[in-house]
Structure formats: C-alpha cells, structure tokens
C-alpha cells in the first residue's frame, strides 16, 4: 500500500515509522488507522529480517492527540463501534509482533494516542510529552484498547483516577507510574529506542519472539500463561541457539544465534 500519513525508513535493519499529519497533531484519522493496519497486517514483512520497530510522530507537539475527533463526531453508534473493533485489531498486531515495537515520544501522546503508545512493547518519551486518556471530556469512552492496556501498566487505581478525570501527566510521572519506560531530553527518544533494539538484537531471536508472546498470554483470559513457558522452555532447550548461546557462555565469547 503506498502511504498518506505514514513515514517508513529503513536504517539499518530498524523500521523507524512516523506519523506524519503534523496539522492535526497526528490524529489518528481513518487513513491513518487504513495505514497501520496495512503495514502492521503485512506490508513490514516486505523489508524481510528486521531487528525491531519504532513508532514516532512528526512536528515537535505531538506523539499523536488521540482519535481524529472531526471525524468521529460524523459517525453513527455501529460505525463508532466498528472503528474501535478495527483499531483495537490493529492495536492487537502492534503488541504480538515478534520483534521489539517501541514508541519513541515526544509531546501530546492522548486517548488513541495513548492507547497506540501502549500497545507498544516499550515507550521512551521526552521531557516535554504530556499523557493522557482525555475521552471523558468529550463524554465517550476509550475505544482503543485504553479501559484494558492502561490497567495492565500502572495498576486499576492509578488508571481510574486518569481515566475518570481525563488529566495529563507529564513524562516524569508516567515513569514513575510505570507508564514509561525511559525518559530523554528532545531529540533523543528516537536514539535511545534504536539502542535498545540494537542490543536486543544480539540476542536468540526466536527466544526473543516466544518471550513477547509468553508475556501477553498473561492477559489472555482463555490461555494458562505457566502452562505454556514450561511448554516453550522444553522446546527452546533443543534448539540450535540454545546450544550456541549456552556453548559460547562457557567458551566466554559472544553468541552468534542463528534463530532456530
Ligand atoms: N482530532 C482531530 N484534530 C485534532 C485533534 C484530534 N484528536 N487534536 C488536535 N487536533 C487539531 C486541532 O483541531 C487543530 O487543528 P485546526 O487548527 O485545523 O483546528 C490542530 O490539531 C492543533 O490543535 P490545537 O489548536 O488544539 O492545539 P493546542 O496546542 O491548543 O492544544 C491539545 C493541543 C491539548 C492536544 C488539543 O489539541 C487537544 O485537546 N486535542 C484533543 C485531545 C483529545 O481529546 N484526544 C482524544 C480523542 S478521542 C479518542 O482518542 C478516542 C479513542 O480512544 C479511540
């Protein structure tokens, strides 16, 4: 699919993918939603091996400031319904890919921006992003995913106080919430995602992979989360890169996996 609103470049191996509608503060408009879903859907395959993704947002206000609301004053109660479902499956691809998504921030990061930020594996903001689940203000609920992901990161208490007020936090506090992961000075969130991926790209692929899906099976209501890591340790103790990694531990030297 060729892209209105959305940037991909390859560096090295990292698809750095930006949101590119600076007027609207990157609101997450149906062409964009048609977008990510192409590209998380299928269209990333087309760069073959890649290390890791890093979602941004151009202009130096906003991540993304949530649901394009122009568009979605236009809708009836089954299409309103129908866009969440949508977003929400394209939010599900995001958090089970098998490699690393991180959104790298920098500013206004609210309601459907938020919710894409958190189906991120990880989320590097500036000191200047501001976070925040605002729905409530416009009198309707989170759509994409935000009443389940936002729990799921900083605990029930936490999450119903953001949710029921529609406050912003700043980066600082995001952190401490869990929110979070680092926080950076502007200009570096981009930097400091690529190192991050650079370093889990060292490590057994496949391990790498099974560890994400591991992790989100503990959300997963109808999975038994211990059930399949005994699983999956037995399988990963016959595997090539088990083999190298554990070899080359005691050789002291640095693994080369193979992913298999
Ligand atoms: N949708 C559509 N357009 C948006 C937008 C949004 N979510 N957020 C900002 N814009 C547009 C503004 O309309 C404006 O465009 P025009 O100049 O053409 O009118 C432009 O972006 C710049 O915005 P502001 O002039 O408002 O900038 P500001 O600095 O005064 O305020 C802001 C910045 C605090 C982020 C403010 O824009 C704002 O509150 N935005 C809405 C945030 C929000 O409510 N997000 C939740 C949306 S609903 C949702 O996301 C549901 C869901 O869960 C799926």
Request: charged letters at 25%; hydrophobic letters at 40%; glycine letters at 10%.
């Amino acid at each position: 699919m060729s892209y209105q609103n959305l940037l991909v470049d390859n560096q090295n191996g990292i698809l750095i993918l930006t949101l590119n509608r600076e007027k609207a503060l990157n609101a997450l408009n149906k062409q964009t939603m048609d977008e990510l879903h192409a590209f998380f859907e299928e269209d990333y395959k087309s760069y073959g091996t890649i290390k890791g993704i890093i979602l941004t947002g151009s202009g130096e206000k906003a991540f993304v400031a949530g649901a394009d609301i122009k568009e979605l004053l236009g809708l009836n109660a089954a299409q309103a319904s129908e866009t969440s479902k949508f977003g929400q499956n394209i939010f599900f691809n995001i958090e089970r890919m098998s490699v690393p998504v991180i959104a790298a921030i920098n500013g206004f990061t609210l309601g459907g921006g938020c919710e894409l930020a958190m189906s991120c594996h990880m989320r590097i903001a500036t000191d200047k992003s501001k976070f925040g689940q605002p729905e409530v203000n416009l009198g309707i609920v989170p759509g994409y995913g935000g009443t389940q992901r936002l729990i799921q990161l900083i605990g029930k208490g936490k999450a119903i106080e953001l949710i029921l007020t529609g406050d912003m936090i700043k980066a600082d506090e995001a952190k401490q919430l869990g929110l979070v992961n680092h926080v950076v000075e502007v200009g570096q969130e981009v930097e400091k995602a690529k190192e991050i991926i650079e370093k889990i790209s060292t490590k057994g692929p496949i391990a790498v992979a099974k560890s994400i899906s591991l992790m989100n099976s503990y959300f997963d209501k109808n999975a038994d989360g211990f059930e399949l890591e005994w699983k999956a340790f037995g399988e990963f103790a016959a595997t090539a890169d088990f083999k190298e990694g554990a070899t080359a531990f005691v050789e002291r030297r640095p693994a080369k996996f193979i992913g298999a």
